[in-house]
């Protein structure tokens, strides 16, 4: 199943289901046995998929990656959070705020959406609380990360629109292993990240362990499993996000997400 959150033609924000290339409303809470009806819904602006919880992200999670930053494997997960106002949905515009000059940056990521309380989850059992999965673009301001931030990430990934998401999230029935999608991201058209998520140095069910040791993940927290090789960050001359730029993120059996740059 597929479910997504949109404004209708009618002016209502409401949850979503795709059926047959049709979004159908429903009703109910999508992380509590939504129920799915007959009434179509006409989207007239995509929202985040679901209204998160908790944002939390995970940087240098993809091998080539690491790489490309000139960073070491690391041995335990690296983990910082954006503010959920940063959520934004597909085909809304990303905002570069008037504090990045030249510094705001792509990063393609796969997102674990937390469906039921989790707490000292196992691998074995991990994705068992799993609802389902979405693209995330996880914008970044480079500088602001590196320099400005106080030596922590937060700030330079928490602006708002800094977490476009969506357009569907993809139940968890429908991809039994998430480690094994093609992902891609394209910067107007044009393919500048392309790999897979067998690419990760810590697998998904490793991530929800490791998250929810005496710590628990509420239904509708979002998780940002990092990003693959390619970041305009790391090319030279540097690949940047500015006005008029459409970046797409790309997950096989998952969806696209499409944002342009205001």
């Known amino acids: 199943m597929k479910f997504a959150r949109v404004i209708s033609a009618a002016g209502e924000t409401v949850s979503v289901a795709e059926k047959d290339g049709k979004l159908y409303k429903v009703e109910g809470n999508i992380l509590d046995a939504p129920h799915v009806t007959d009434q179509e819904v006409e989207a007239k602006e ?5 209204d998160p919880r908790a944002i939390i992200c995970i940087g240098a999670n993809y091998k080539a990656h690491a790489e490309e930053s000139g960073k070491d494997v690391p041995e335990y997960p690296i983990v910082f959070m954006k503010n959920p106002n940063a959520a934004i949905g597909h085909e809304q515009p990303i905002k570069i705020p008037k504090v990045c000059d030249d510094e705001v940056d792509y990063e393609a990521e796969l997102v674990v959406v937390i469906g039921k309380p989790c707490l000292n989850a196992t691998k074995a059992n991990a994705l068992d609380y799993v609802l389902g999965y979405t693209c995330a673009n996880d914008v970044s301001a480079r500088i602001w990360q590196a320099v400005k931030g ?3 990430w937060v700030r330079g990934k928490a602006f708002d629109t800094f977490a476009p998401m969506g357009p569907f999230i993809v139940t968890s029935d429908e991809i039994p292993d998430p480690n094994t999608l093609r992902i891609q991201g394209r910067y107007n058209g044009e393919t500048v990240q392309d790999s897979n ?4 140095i810590f697998d998904v069910p ?6 929810s040791q005496d710590t628990t993940l509420l239904p509708g927290t979002v998780i940002l499993t990092g990003t693959p090789e390619g970041v305009g960050w790391a090319r030279s001359p540097k690949l940047l996000l500015k006005s008029g730029v459409v970046y797409e993120v790309e997950i096989e059996k998952v969806g696209t997400l499409k944002n342009q740059v205001a």
């Open 197 to 200: 998520t067998d690419d990760m």
């Open 206 to 211: 490793t991530l929800i362990e490791f998250l």
């Open 46 to 50: 995509w929202l985040a998929p679901i």
């Open 150 to 152: 106080g030596s922590q």
